[in-house]
């Protein structure tokens, strides 16, 4: 290999990324098989090798995400999930006064839907929902939970978070106490509620203020079990503060039972359990007792741990066994939730055995400058059902290390307002059949691919899943897998266990030659 001033190569290469990001080019078509539109003089190559096949997780972890499920998700293609949550509860203020005498009036739970308020010419508001899928009532079994949530794990000398797994349903059902309440037919309406408040002003007088509550699970539970487990433990050793109350205590479990999609998703640290009461002031037999009402606050701020029961399609799972890791797929499952992804090779092999795949290694050589790199993914319409609502955003990530590629940090529409429109420069969205060739995303991968050439970055294999949200750059842990390749870091994008939506991709061996997987490359070679 020829050795060159490395300086003015390093100049271009950057500016031609400046020029890139700087601008967003429009999707045409060059030639009768490939995407793309290139303002710059550039040759296009579309015959690198690009392999790919679906892997399986069989569970991932489900404490620490900024979404929680509950409910049920019958996929058309992957088939019926349900989606069961155990949540730790905290005192908002621990060791809280009762004083004397308490008569409790109401227990509330409230768990808030996403939603938006919106106000009419009339000055009038309504909510619209989001995130509530699904129209067949389903069943809410509320559970006092004895399983105790850990924050550290043991097993690492209590130095590292403890993670809790998205198959541990059966386990967490094993340690359900009372059954606190049930909530039957159950359906998310846009329903609000008016929320009172009382307090005393200077002068010790009540006033009384009251808000509007944005719809939301809100119920009333059962007093006694309210009365007995917290009003009745004044000034005892579990209420003192949240480490001993979280013991007494452990949390509570959410069960679903249904025949159809009824899925709800929420941010569980924004619920609340208010415990309303009146006490007296003044001790037993005082002349005219003053009565105060009170309430006490439990928060579901601290862990909480989405379930999973799948009911997997036969033929998929039958497929995900025995996928060709070698040679890659005709058909590529990608899902989130306990997910399944797409793992991507590009290259090929390594046939001269220097470490590096042959035809990375001749590009090298030729010392290609990338003006821009794709992978395009297009949807399998014959393998999907009609009017499948098919997800709007995939993710890509470096599976063997567990992170996001350079082109994700280098996007200069990260910054959106919408998070569906963020990312759209590395994570194109789903482009919906605009030139009769079928749906298609376009996953750009110019920086990692120009990392791969002049910085001899190793070529990672790649990892293509959904995604609830893209801007959501963390991961969680894969607990294992139905493949016997365990040689990378077992993680995934948190924002693809927090989606319920699964596609079917055309893969690298795909009997329509127009919609195999391509990695597209439009460069300049500067020797």
Same mark, same amino acid.
């Given at each position: ?13 950057? *500016? ?162 009372? *059954? ?6 159950? *359906? ?340």
């Amino acid at each position: 290999m020829k050795i060159k001033n490395a300086l003015p190569k390093l100049l271009v290469v950057l *500016l031609a990324i400046v020029l890139m990001a700087s601008c967003e080019e429009e999707i045409g078509t060059i030639g009768s098989e490939v995407i793309g539109d290139q303002d710059v003089n550039a040759t296009l190559d579309i015959t690198s090798t690009v392999q790919s096949y679906s892997k399986e997780f069989q569970a991932v972890q489900t404490n620490g995400l900024q979404i929680n499920q509950l409910g049920i998700y019958n996929d058309p293609i992957y088939g019926m999930s349900k989606v069961n949550l155990l949540a730790q509860v905290a005192l908002e203020t621990p060791n809280p006064t009762v004083n004397f005498l308490p008569r409790l009036d109401s227990v509330v739970l409230y768990i808030p839907y996403f939603s938006e308020e919106i106000t009419d010419e009339l000055d009038e508001s309504s909510y619209v929902l989001d995130s509530v899928y699904g129209t067949t009532p389903m069943d809410i079994s509320i559970f006092e939970s004895n399983y105790f949530l850990r924050d550290f794990d043991p097993n690492s000398g209590f130095e590292d978070i403890q993670s809790y797994f998205s198959n541990q349903n059966d386990l967490f059902e094993s340690f359900k106490g009372e *059954l606190i309440y049930s909530i039957t037919d159950f *359906l998310p309406s846009t329903d609000t509620y008016t929320e009172t408040t009382f307090e005393q002003d200077d002068a010790g007088d009540n006033t009384s203020e009251s808000t509007i509550v944005a719809p939301g699970i809100r119920v009333k539970l059962p007093e006694a079990f309210f009365r007995d487990k917290i009003l009745n433990m004044e000034g005892t050793p579990e209420l003192l503060n949240n480490n001993n109350f979280r013991e007494y205590f452990r949390g509570i479990f959410f069960e679903v039972n249904g025949t159809d999609t009824n899925l709800l998703k929420f941010d569980m640290t924004a619920a609340t359990l208010d415990i309303y009461f009146t006490s007296q002031f003044d001790r037993p037999g005082a002349r005219n007792p003053t009565r105060e009402e009170k309430k006490i606050t439990l928060l579901f701020d601290a862990i909480n741990v989405n379930v999973f029961k799948n009911e997997l399609n036969g033929q998929i799972q039958s497929e995900l066994l025995s996928q060709d890791q070698q040679n890659g797929e005709d058909k590529l499952y990608v899902r989130g939730g306990e997910g399944i992804t797409a793992v991507v090779s590009l290259f090929g092999e390594d046939n001269d055995g220097n470490g590096v795949a042959d035809e990375l290694d001749e590009i090298r050589q030729n010392n290609w400058l990338i003006n821009e790199a794709n992978l395009i993914f297009y949807v399998d319409k014959e393998a999907i059902t009609d009017g499948y609502k098919e997800p709007e955003r995939l993710t890509l990530y470096d599976i063997e290390n567990g992170r996001l590629l350079t082109d994700y940090n280098l996007d200069t529409t990260s910054g959106e307002s919408e998070q569906v429109d963020a990312y759209t420069t590395h994570l194109g969205r789903l482009v919906r059949d605009s030139d009769g060739k079928g749906d298609y995303y376009k996953l750009r991968i110019t920086n990692h691919l120009s990392s791969l050439i002049h910085q001899d970055s190793t070529n990672v294999k790649l990892g293509v899943i959904v995604s609830q949200n893209v801007a959501v750059p963390n991961f969680q842990e894969v607990l294992n897998t139905n493949s016997s390749n365990r040689n990378y870091t077992e993680q995934v994008p948190s924002s693809s266990v927090m989606s319920h939506q699964g596609t079917i991709l055309h893969g690298n061996t795909s009997s329509d030659l127009t919609k195999r997987l391509k990695l597209q490359i439009y460069y300049t070679d500067s020797n």
